[in-house]
């Protein structure tokens, strides 16, 4: 089976699989919205509101995973660009 991150590692195989949880859960939380305004009944409201509520934790919680990856990746970057080997010539 074909998955995004497949020839992927480290940051990107990260930025990835949090994108694609991102994409999941924000898809999901849709339909939930939809699923609950079209109901009547108590416990299957109670139910999208729970449903409603893990997803929000998944999205914040990918969103989370995305900054701690772009900040990892910029301080590899700089890293990268120090010519002195981080000790200041001055």
Known sequence: MWTPWRNKTGLAKAAVILTTILSIATI??????????NTSSQAALNVFMVAGWIELGTIMGSLLGLVVVLVMWLVTQGRKGDKNGGTSSE
Request: glycine share 10%; with cysteine; net charge neutral.
């Open 28 to 37: 999901s939380c849709g339909v939930n919205l939809a699923l609950a305004f």
